[in-house]
Structure formats: C-alpha cells, structure tokens
C-alpha cells in the first residue's frame, strides 16, 4: 500500500495528454537516452548503467528523467522504473534540473530537448 508520501510523488504529473502505454514509455525512454546522449554526448549505454558514474553522466541521465516528467507527464514512479532508479533519485534529478534552468543558456538547451523529442513523440505516434 502507498503512504500518502507515495501517493503524492506517484500522482500524474501535470500534461496536455495521457501517459503513454508501457511499450511505449519504453520507446519514450530509448527516444530521450539517444537524444540527451547525443547533446551531451555520452554514450546511450551509460544511461543503463547500475552506477552513477562520472559527473557528466549522472547529469545527463537527470536531464533525461527530468525530461520524461515534463515532456510526457510520467510518474515519479514510473520514471524511476524505466531508468532502474528510486522515485526520490527521479524527485532529486527533477530538482536539480528545475534550478539549473534558471541559467538562460541551460534553459535554452532544456527548451530545445522538450521541442525535440515532442516532435519524435509525434512522429512516432507515441
């Protein structure tokens, strides 16, 4: 059973449409790694990693699951499952992300990752 903690971080994050399917937030999750990875360029397979590893990936896979809660209205839960992580790791990534987002160049690269994957989210019907 969730404690009222849970329930509360595993509530649906705010989004204009519906959380997509398990297969498909699989293939959400491919289409972020290979996306994030390319603009921070780490290697995709880091992501998958048990360990936080260098400083360069831990980040970037925070990006990545910041992503997945803003793009595509995932639960902390959810996210946490689709990367091997804990919710309160996807809670503190989210975080983290929200306050570098006050740094105008970092905003805008965030900006330009949301717009990016959307439109794959399109055009892989997602």
Known sequence: ??????ALVCAPA?????????????RLKFVIEETVAAVFAVSPAAFRGPS???AP??????????LARVVFGLR??????VFGRD??????????VEDRRDDPKFDRLVD???????RQRQLMAL
């Open 1 to 6: 059973m969730l404690s009222d903690q849970d």
């Open 14 to 26: 705010p989004s204009l449409s519906a959380a997509p399917s398990a297969d498909a937030t699989l």
């Open 52 to 54: 936080r590893g260098r």
């Open 57 to 66: 990936i831990a980040f970037s896979r925070q990006v990545a699951m910041y």
């Open 76 to 81: 902390f839960c959810e996210i946490g499952r």
């Open 87 to 96: 919710r309160t790791t996807v809670a503190h990534a989210c975080s983290l």
């Open 112 to 118: 330009l990752l949301e717009g990016i994957i959307l």
